[in-house]
C-alpha cells in the first residue's frame, strides 16, 4: 500500500508540473460539503492511504502533508507510516494550519490548487485571501485527478425513494410552504439547498448514495412558487417522479446545476457559503444578489415535530432491545475466549437486524478493545482485530438505521478486573455525562455554555478530551448533523426545544485504555422561570450504563439519584420486550447503587 501512495503522489506531482503550481490542496468533502462521502468522492483517502473521515491532504513538489483532528491522531500516524506524508496535528499549538505552512514551504509567485467542486465558497475566499497576502495565487482545476486515478468508483447509482409521511410527520409540500414563508420574510426569491440531509429533509425522500447515511447525491433550488431537483434520472422511479411533482419540483440532470444557475433571472439568491462549493458559487449569473446565510431549512430539520418524537421513541426501545440482548451475550461470551472486535460488531449488528424497521447501521460501529479503545474512532481489521479477555475495558460505539429514527450509543464495558486509573477515569467520565444530562437551562443557551458541565470532572485531573460533547442526530438520516452542538468552540445557534444530540465526554490514553460513554439527550421545556422559560435535557437512550467501573463514593448524592432513576427507566421500559432470562439479567445490570 505504501508503494502504491508514493506512486500517486508522484503521479499527481507530474500533473502539478504540467499545470504550472507549486502545490495542491485535497479535502475529504464531496461536492455537497458532506461530512462522510461516496467512493467516487474519497479522493483525500485514494491520495494519502488515510481512511478517517476528516483530513486534508497537501501535496507540494516536494512534500506532502495530512492535517487531522485528535480523533484520529494514533490512526492517522499508523496508516500514513512510511508513505512521504508528514502528520500535522489540529489544534496543537505547535501545528501550522495550512495556509501558514503554504506561505513558509511556497514562494510569492507560486500558484496553489484546489478543485473547485470539493471546496466549500467560504474556505476557497479565506484560503484565496490568505495566500495573496504572500504574493500566493489559488487557482481552481475541475477534478484534476480524473487523469491519474485509475479504476475510479463510479458517481452513486442507487436509486432513491420516497420517505412516507408517518415517518416525517410533516409532508414536503407542508416543508417548502415553511421554508417559503422564510424566504417571503426576508426578501429571498431563491434558496440554493446543497447540503445532502435538507434535500432528503425537505422532499421526504431517501437514498442509499453514502455509507450508512439514507441521503440522495443531488442539488435543490427552491423558489417562491417553485422548486427544481438536480439529479440524476436513473435515480427517479415514477413514484418518486410523482411524489416530486405533486409538490410542484420540477426535475434537471445532476450536473445541470451549474448551466442552470448561470441563465437565473436576476433575483436575490440566498445561500450558505459554508455548504456550498466554489465552483458552484461562481457559476452563478452576474445579475443575481446573492445573499450569504445559514439555511432555514438546517434549524427547520433540527427541531423534531411531534410524530418524529414519537418514532425516536419507537427507535430508542428497538435499539435498546437489541443492545440488552447484546450486552446479555457477551457477559457469557467472553470468558469462553472465543470472541474478537470484529465478532462482537457482527454479533451486534444480527440482533439489531432482527428489530422492526431496521434499515442498516448508522455508522461503521467502533469496538476497542484495552488500548485500542483510545484511538477515538478505531475500526477493527483483520490484522489488528484483538481477542477479548475477561479483565479490562470495551469501548463500543455504534448506532442504527431505523425508519422511524435514527440512534447513536456508546458503552465502554468492564470484562473484568480493572486497574484503579481506570475505574477512576471511568468514573470521572460519567460524571460528567450525569453532570451535562441534569443541566436546566434559560432559553437562549448555546451548548458551548454547557459543555464546561461535561469536562470538569476530568479538567479537575488535568485531563481533557479535543472532540465535541454533543452533536445532532437526524431522522432517519446523517447520524452527525447540525445546525446545534455542544463543544468547546463557539456556535451561535442555540439550544431548542425538539433538538435531539448526544451526551459523550471522554478520555483517552495511548496505549492503555479509551473511556466514553454516550446516551442522546432530547432538549424539552423545563417550565417558567425567573427571567423566562427554562429547558433541559431529556435522556432517550435506552441502555443499561455498566456499574462495574463506578467508584461510587467519588459520586455526589445527585449524581447517584440520577444514575439509579436513569436505570429505573430502562427496566421500565424495555423489560416487557423481553424474555425471562434477558429480564433477570437487565435487572441485575439496572441493580440501584
Not at 101 to 126: C, H, K, W
Not at 333 to 348: C, F, M, N, Y
Not at 481 to 509: C, D, F, H, W
Request: proline share 5%.
Amino acid at each position: 500500500m505504501v508503494q502504491n501512495i508514493k506512486q500517486r503522489l508522484e503521479a499527481l506531482r507530474r500533473l502539478l508540473k504540467a499545470e504550472g503550481l507549486a502545490a495542491f490542496i485535497i479535502p475529504s468533502t464531496d461536492s455537497h460539503m458532506s461530512e462522510y462521502v461516496a467512493p467516487h468522492w474519497q479522493t483525500r483517502e485514494w491520495i494519502s492511504g488515510f481512511t478517517g473521515s476528516a483530513g486534508t491532504a497537501v501535496i507540494t513538489l516536494q512534500e506532502a502533508g495530512l492535517w487531522t483532528d485528535s480523533r484520529y491522531f494514533l490512526q492517522a500516524a499508523r496508516q500514513l507510516e512510511g508513505s512521504g506524508i508528514t502528520l500535522y496535528k489540529e489544534m496543537l499549538p505547535e501545528t501550522p494550519d495550512i495556509p501558514t505552512f503554504l506561505a513558509t514551504t511556497l514562494q510569492p509567485g507560486d500558484t496553489v490548487g484546489i478543485d473547485g467542486t470539493v471546496f466549500s465558497a467560504a474556505e476557497a475566499r479565506n484560503l484565496q485571501q490568505r495566500l495573496a497576502s504572500k504574493g500566493i495565487r489559488l487557482r481552481s482545476i475541475n477534478d484534476p485527478l480524473k487523469d491519474i486515478w485509475e479504476d475510479r468508483p463510479p458517481m452513486p447509482e442507487a436509486p432513491a425513494f420516497v420517505y412516507d409521511t408517518c415517518f416525517a410527520g410533516k409532508s414536503c409540500t407542508e416543508k417548502l410552504a415553511e421554508i417559503r414563508r422564510q424566504m417571503n420574510a426576508k426578501g429571498i426569491e431563491a434558496l440554493l439547498v446543497p447540503a445532502l440531509d435538507e434535500i432528503a429533509w425537505t422532499l421526504n425522500i431517501r437514498g442509499n448514495d453514502v455509507h450508512c447515511n439514507p441521503v440522495v447525491v443531488s442539488y435543490l433550488l427552491i423558489g417562491l412558487r417553485d422548486a427544481h431537483l438536480f439529479i440524476e434520472p436513473s435515480k427517479v422511479n415514477q413514484k418518486l417522479a410523482e411524489h416530486l411533482q405533486e409538490a410542484t419540483v420540477t426535475l434537471h440532470p445532476y450536473t445541470e446545476i451549474y448551466h442552470f444557475l448561470s441563465q437565473l433571472d436576476a433575483c436575490n439568491i440566498q445561500l450558505s457559503p459554508n455548504q456550498t462549493n466554489h465552483a458552484l458559487y461562481t457559476s452563478i449569473r452576474s445579475g443575481c444578489r446573492i445573499i450569504e446565510d445559514n439555511s432555514p431549512v438546517a434549524l427547520l430539520k433540527a427541531v423534531r415535530n411531534e410524530q418524529e418524537i414519537k418514532g425516536l421513541r419507537s427507535a430508542m426501545l428497538k435499539d435498546g432491545v437489541a443492545l440488552v440482548k447484546f450486552l446479555k451475550w457477551l457477559e457469557e461470551a467472553v470468558p469462553a475466549g472465543h470472541e474478537t472486535e470484529i465478532s462482537v460488531d457482527k454479533r451486534l449488528h444480527e440482533l439489531r437486524a432482527q428489530q422492526p424497521l431496521y434499515m442498516g447501521e448508522s455508522f461503521d460501529t467502533i469496538a476497542g478493545y484495552k488500548e485500542h479503545g483510545a484511538i477515538v474512532h478505531y475500526e477493527a481489521t483483520p490484522e489488528t482485530d484483538a481477542i477479548l479477555k475477561p479483565e479490562g475495558f470495551l469501548l463500543l460505539d455504534s448506532g442504527a438505521q431505523y425508519l422511524d429514527g435514527t440512534t447513536d450509543i456508546t458503552r465502554t464495558i468492564a470484562l473484568g478486573p480493572l486497574t484503579d486509573e481506570e475505574k477512576t477515569d471511568y468514573t470521572l467520565i460519567l460524571k460528567g455525562h450525569i453532570d451535562l444530562a441534569m443541566a436546566v437551562f434559560p432559553e437562549g443557551t448555546r451548548g458551548v455554555q454547557l459543555d464546561v458541565l461535561a469536562r470538569m470532572p476530568i479538567w479537575q485531573h488535568r485531563m481533557n478530551y479535543l472532540h465535541g460533547t454533543g452533536h445532532g442526530i437526524g431522522h432517519f438520516l446523517n447520524v452527525h448533523e447540525g445546525p446545534q452542538s455542544i463543544r468547546m468552540n463557539e456556535n451561535p445557534v442555540v439550544l431548542r426545544a425538539g433538538m435531539l444530540t448526544s451526551n459523550e465526554p471522554g478520555v483517552y490514553k495511548a496505549g492503555s485504555h479509551g473511556i466514553r460513554t454516550e446516551n442522546l439527550v432530547l432538549t424539552i421545556p423545563a417550565g417558567e422561570g425567573l427571567f423566562g422559560n427554562y429547558l433541559k435535557f431529556e435522556t432517550v437512550t435506552l441502555c443499561p450504563i455498566c456499574t462495574k467501573g463506578i467508584v461510587r463514593e467519588m459520586l455526589t448524592p445527585d449524581e447517584l439519584d440520577w444514575l439509579n432513576r436513569y436505570h429505573r427507566t430502562v427496566y421500565e421500559k424495555l423489560a416487557p420486550a423481553l424474555d425471562e432470562d434477558e429480564r433477570r439479567w437487565l435487572q441485575e445490570a439496572c441493580r440501584e447503587i
